[in-house]
């Protein structure tokens, strides 16, 4: 079973549109994330969230909306796509609830693509 | 605010070399440290740990001391592969927030 699973793995689109990926974890985690990689590799976090409620959201654009229907689930959706918006994006999933030794498990990352 | 930073990449190495990647933290209290790994085309995965002064965590032959008097956290690994050429990756949580060093691209040549 995959612990944290993010589709698509691939999307490519064009400038304007809007789209999603879903996220989803079976390991029972009180807290969510989505980060975005760049061409250079660097990592931003972009939101937490913790039993469904937001936590952090780091200046990211209002075009991206968060959407966390339950603790196990964070979907990210984009309006209006930019071609600044190419990177790949990562879920990733923490036991938390305040234990700040814990580690994040990650998804696979869904290559996004703005044409 | 919080930060990691780690030695800029790319480090190439002749497999069997000896392996330091450096990276110091800034944060206030006493955050967890991390090693992550990113093998190409893939997610990060957790290499090693620690969550208080002096921890060492250590996996698969890297190592890494959590050092509080100089902030830092340095990943070493006394004899490297092929196998370990990727991106590693320097973290710290601080009250559930995740921050991510720049990475650095290790290339290990046969």
């Known amino acids: 079973d995959t612990a944290v699973s993010q589709t698509p793995k691939y999307l490519v689109t064009q400038m304007g549109n809007d789209k999603s990926i879903k996220c989803e974890q079976n390991?029972?985690?009180?807290?969510m994330y989505w980060y975005k990689q760049d061409s250079k590799k660097f990592l931003k976090i972009m939101f937490s969230?913790?039993?469904?409620?937001?936590?952090i959201n780091e200046t990211v654009p209002n075009r991206f909306s968060p959407k966390s229907p339950d603790k196990a689930h964070l979907n990210l959706h984009i309006n209006s796509l930019e071609l600044g918006d190419s990177a790949v994006y990562f879920c990733?999933?923490?036991?938390?609830?305040?234990?700040?030794?814990?580690?994040?498990?990650f998804g696979q990352g869904t290559r996004l693509t703005v044409v | 605010g919080d930060s990691v930073t780690q030695m800029e990449g790319p480090v190439t190495l002749s497999e069997e070399a000896f392996l330091t990647i450096n990276c110091t933290y800034t944060?206030?209290?006493?955050?967890?440290l991390f090693w992550y790994v990113q093998y190409p085309g893939e997610g990060l995965q957790l290499l090693l740990k620690?969550?208080?002064?002096?921890d060492k965590g250590s996996n698969k032959g890297f190592e890494a001391t959590y050092r509080k008097e100089t902030t830092s956290f340095h990943l070493e690994k006394g004899s490297v592969q092929v196998s370990d050429s990727a991106v590693y990756f320097c973290?710290?949580?601080?009250?559930?927030?995740?921050?991510f060093g720049k990475g650095t691209r290790l290339h290990i040549l046969p």
């Open positions: 390991l029972g985690h009180d807290t």
């Open positions: 620690a969550t208080k002064a002096d």
């Open positions: 944060a206030t209290g006493y955050p967890s």
């Open positions: 969230y913790n039993n469904k409620e937001l936590i």
């Open positions: 990733a999933s923490s036991p938390s609830g305040g234990r700040a030794t814990s580690e994040a498990f």
């Open positions: 973290a710290l949580n601080r009250d559930d927030k995740i921050i």
